[in-house]
T-cell receptor, first 112, second 110 residues
């Protein structure tokens, strides 16, 4: 596609359930980022993938969070045993090497 | 790892007043980028600066990269309600990874 695509756009889940958020980056972009943004707040870095290098996972807030990127393209962010404090907008961005980043529209996660 | 401080966190201005947000790093940067996120939207790239002391303008927006390449600023002259949003800087420091600041949320009072 022409831009970064994230799905679903909205997700409501019950506390304790697992969720998977998907990101389709721009074709050919080697770098992929996941960020979390709580209402009215700034960007919280979660994880960074660059090509075949080991990902930078330093921003993942707990071991309930994990992410993978298959074939250097699509990425999935998984949150296990969701908690109410996980409610936020999860943004994915991709870039070509060190170029500027294109963001997706985000997935709004609500844990009830 | 790389850290980028962005100030202020929030700024409320009267329409027509100027606005400035600052981005500071403890290490020398290879480039700095600026993004704007409108309410309800996602961050969108505005500009990239790569040279020491570089100044770029986009209409009422002026972007500066410090001489030491450790800081940057975004200045908006005569703010309008269309300027409302959160402005983020993103720093590159040699690797491909960008480090985003926390952002400055701008409110413009008509």
């Amino acid at each position: 596609g022409a831009g970064v695509s994230q799905s679903p756009s909205n997700k409501v889940t019950e506390k304790g359930k697992d969720v998977e958020l998907r990101c389709d980056p721009i074709s050919g972009h080697t770098a992929l980022y996941w960020y979390r943004q709580s209402l009215g707040q700034g960007l919280e870095f979660l994880i960074y993938f660059q090509g075949n290098s080991a990902p930078d996972k330093s921003g993942l807030p707990s071991d309930r969070f994990s992410a993978e990127r298959t074939g250097g393209s699509v990425s999935t962010l998984t949150i296990q045993r969701t908690q109410q404090e996980d409610s936020a907008v999860y943004l994915c961005a991709s870039s070509l090497g060190g170029g500027f980043a294109f963001f997706g529209q985000g997935t709004r996660l609500t844990v009830v | 790892g790389q850290q980028v401080m962005q100030i202020p966190q929030y700024q409320h201005v009267q329409e027509g007043e100027d606005f400035t947000t600052y981005c500071n790093s403890s290490t020398t940067l290879s480039n700095i980028q600026w993004y704007k996120q409108r309410p309800g939207g996602h961050p969108v790239f505005l500009i990239q600066l790569v040279k020491s002391g570089e100044v770029k303008k986009q209409k009422r927006l002026t972007f500066q990269f410090g001489e030491a390449k450790k800081n940057s600023s975004l200045h908006i002259t005569a703010t309008q309600t269309t300027d409302v949003g959160t402005y983020f800087c993103a720093a590159g420091a040699g690797s491909y990874q960008l480090t985003f600041g926390k952002g400055t949320k701008l409110s413009v009072i008509p």
